[in-house]
């Protein structure tokens, strides 16, 4: 029987001699040798109970080993959870408790502050740390290195991605293996990636650009990675002689253009850099052209829907655009009210259809109808205009959104956090510019009446409350949080107030 995800991704590796991981200390990976680890680790997976369709949950170090857990779980039918490593136990608790992996991997490390966590939501732990070692890799350990897959249709789920709403509340989006592999076939062709592309691999591969778009992409296409457990300057710029293409965040790019070192030299061997995950500035693409003589491609995808635009390959790669929609994906822009199409040329809903687009929200189906219309097409929350040649900008978010390095972050969730803290009558969570991350997360308060603030001691408290690219880089006292006649916070005038914060 077929496995959709699986035979078109991990079966062609079956007898693979040259590399299909290289890593920083220059060992390498066969493509054979991956698989044959992936199937100690489906058989592993299976002796903890695993069966088709239950969901297989990971808070791990990126790591070969790492990655192998994802094809594992591809092969025993299952329904993979990769979490952010930033993720504290009470805000594991949540997604335990809302997806109920039967199987939940952590790091060494963590295991004994999240055994509680695991086991009060029936999930059986396992370690998996950073270097390969753990009681996962132990129970692989003689397990046999071939496996035939469970069966899996196109329509079956492969993957769950948690992005949270702005009450806070996590939704678990759920991907298929449609989902999944027909985005890795249109950026493969898109992009131009053959067997002969050696991706510079420097992302996580706890979301959907790492994992999804980057890996994917580089088994589809039978080429190899540089698998870097987190990005570096010094790593990047050794390496990228060795690579053929690369896709980042903007903040790898600010970073690498800060190094003298970064010369157009470096980069010659180079074909390809991309950028999504959030907006790159028009003076980084021209400063990165100027330096290297390449033009960033950016694009533009959701947890979701992976990607849904780029700019072309061959073409005009317009800076402040995200270029055109992709090969299969139907894009619109709509009056965010009425959900009527809008003239070319005037911002309002960016909504998005194709076989990219995920299949709903896990045990939400409320938030699933509010979000994805009967015809199929999703509403993004983001507010766009196409111009007359066809290129999509994003001109802003219609929910308060934060991308800060990349990463995701919702101000309610901060503020319920801000909320609780001593001498704190209210807060207001806001994203201002920043120049290595985009945008900070920063923290305006209130103080109740009669108490001051500590702001020390509230960074300090938020610690262990929230994942460290949640924590506001940034907080500030107000005597009051300006609102609209209908009493709602007028976050713009924040922004405006604290736009200057971080500059210079």
């Given at each position: 029987?077929?496995?959709?995800?699986?035979?078109?991704?991990?079966?062609?590796?079956?007898?693979?001699?040259?590399?299909?991981?290289?890593?920083?200390?220059?060992?390498?990976?066969?493509?054979?040798?991956?698989?044959?680890?992936?199937?100690?680790?489906?058989?592993?997976?299976?002796?903890?109970?695993?069966?088709?369709?239950?969901?297989?949950?990971?808070?791990?170090?990126?790591?070969?080993?790492?990655?192998?857990?994802?094809?594992?779980?591809?092969?025993?039918?299952?329904?993979?959870?990769?979490?952010?490593?930033?993720y504290t136990a009470d805000e594991i608790d949540y997604f335990l408790g809302n997806a109920t992996p039967k199987v939940f991997l952590c790091d060494g490390t963590k295991a004994a502050a999240l055994a509680p966590v695991a086991a009060r939501h029936g999930a059986a732990l396992m370690t998996l740390s950073g270097d390969g070692?753990?009681?996962?890799?132990?129970?692989?350990?003689?397990?046999?290195?071939?496996?035939?897959?469970?069966?899996?249709?196109?329509?079956?789920?492969?993957?769950?991605?948690?992005?949270?709403?702005?009450?806070?509340?996590?939704?678990?989006?759920?991907?298929?293996?449609?989902?999944?592999?027909?985005?890795?076939?249109?950026?493969?062709?898109?992009?131009?990636?053959?067997?002969?592309?050696?991706?510079?691999?420097?992302?996580?591969?706890?979301?959907?650009?790492?994992?999804?778009?980057?890996?994917?992409?580089?088994?589809l296409t039978g080429g190899a990675m540089i698998f870097l457990p987190a990005f570096s300057v010094d790593e990047v710029l050794r390496l990228m002689p060795q690579a053929t293409a690369m896709m980042g965040v903007p903040t790898f790019y600010t970073r690498l253009l800060d190094d003298p070192r970064f010369t157009r030299e470096v980069a010659k061997g180079m074909r390809l850099f991309t950028s999504g995950s959030a907006p790159l500035l028009a003076e980084t693409h021209v400063?990165?052209?100027?330096?290297?003589?390449?033009?960033?491609?950016?694009?533009?995808?959701?947890?979701?829907?992976?990607?849904?635009?780029?700019?072309?390959?061959?073409?005009?790669?317009?800076?402040?655009?995200?270029?055109?929609?992709?090969?299969?994906?139907?894009?619109?822009?709509?009056?965010?009210?009425?959900?009527?199409?809008?003239?070319?040329?005037?911002?309002?809903?960016?909504?998005?259809?194709?076989?990219?687009?995920?299949?709903?929200?896990?045990?939400?189906?409320?938030?699933?109808?509010?979000?994805?219309?009967?015809?199929?097409?999703?509403?993004?929350?983001?507010?766009?205009?196409?111009?007359?040649?066809?290129?999509?900008?994003?001109?802003?978010?219609?929910?308060?959104?934060?991308?800060?390095?990349?990463?995701?972050?919702?101000?309610?969730?901060?503020?319920?956090?801000?909320?609780?803290?001593?001498?704190?009558?209210?807060?207001?969570?806001?994203?201002?510019?920043?120049?290595?991350?985009?945008?900070?997360?920063?923290?305006?308060?209130?103080?109740?009446?009669?108490?001051?603030?500590?702001?020390?001691?509230?960074?300090?408290?938020?610690?262990?409350?929230?994942?460290?690219?949640?924590?506001?880089?940034?907080?500030?006292?107000?005597?009051?949080?300006?609102?609209?006649?209908?009493?709602?916070?007028?976050?713009?005038?924040?922004?405006?107030?604290?736009?200057?914060?971080?500059?210079?």
């Amino acid at each position: 029987m077929a496995n959709t995800l699986y035979d078109a991704l991990f079966a062609p590796l079956a007898g693979r001699d040259k590399a299909f991981l290289i890593l920083p200390d220059g060992r390498e990976i066969s493509g054979d040798a991956f698989l044959r680890m992936v199937a100690r680790f489906a058989h592993a997976l299976r002796g903890a109970g695993v069966e088709p369709g239950d969901r297989v949950a990971v808070q791990i170090a990126k790591s070969p080993e790492g990655l192998a857990v994802y094809a594992a779980a591809v092969a025993a039918g299952a329904i993979f959870l990769p979490l952010n490593v930033g993720y504290t136990a009470d805000e594991i608790d949540y997604f335990l408790g809302n997806a109920t992996p039967k199987v939940f991997l952590c790091d060494g490390t963590k295991a004994a502050a999240l055994a509680p966590v695991a086991a009060r939501h029936g999930a059986a732990l396992m370690t998996l740390s950073g270097d390969g070692s753990g009681t996962f890799t132990d129970a692989a350990e003689g397990q046999p290195e071939t496996i035939d897959p469970a069966p899996r249709g196109p329509e079956d789920l492969a993957a769950f991605l948690y992005t949270s709403g702005t009450t806070g509340r996590s939704k678990g989006a759920m991907l298929s293996h449609r989902n999944l592999l027909s985005n890795a076939q249109v950026l493969a062709d898109y992009w131009r990636f053959t067997e002969e592309d050696v991706l510079l691999h420097a992302l996580p591969i706890f979301h959907t650009h790492g994992l999804f778009v980057a890996s994917n992409v580089s088994l589809l296409t039978g080429g190899a990675m540089i698998f870097l457990p987190a990005f570096s300057v010094d790593e990047v710029l050794r390496l990228m002689p060795q690579a053929t293409a690369m896709m980042g965040v903007p903040t790898f790019y600010t970073r690498l253009l800060d190094d003298p070192r970064f010369t157009r030299e470096v980069a010659k061997g180079m074909r390809l850099f991309t950028s999504g995950s959030a907006p790159l500035l028009a003076e980084t693409h021209v400063a990165f052209e100027q330096r290297t003589g390449h033009r960033i491609l950016e694009r533009y995808g959701m947890t979701e829907t992976n990607m849904n635009t780029s700019n072309p390959y061959d073409g005009e790669r317009r800076a402040g655009t995200v270029g055109f929609p992709l090969p299969g994906v139907e894009l619109k822009i709509t009056d965010p009210e009425t959900g009527a199409p809008l003239p070319q040329g005037e911002p309002g809903m960016i909504e998005v259809r194709g076989e990219n687009v995920f299949q709903g929200y896990w045990q939400m189906p409320e938030k699933t109808a509010e979000e994805l219309r009967a015809d199929g097409f999703f509403i993004t929350g983001d507010i766009g205009v196409m111009d007359a040649d066809g290129y999509v900008s994003i001109v802003g978010r219609q929910k308060d959104l934060i991308i800060t390095g990349g990463y995701n972050v919702y101000p309610k969730e901060v503020e319920l956090v801000l909320d609780e803290q001593p001498g704190v009558l209210e807060s207001a969570v806001i994203g201002v510019p920043h120049p290595d991350f985009g945008e900070a997360v920063f923290g305006v308060l209130v103080a109740a009446k009669g108490e001051t603030p500590d702001e020390g001691a509230i960074q300090a408290a938020l610690g262990g409350k929230l994942a460290k690219f949640k924590q506001p880089k940034g907080l500030a006292v107000v005597e009051a949080l300006p609102r609209n006649t209908m009493g709602k916070v007028q976050k713009n005038i924040l922004r405006e107030m604290f736009a200057d914060r971080f500059k210079g």
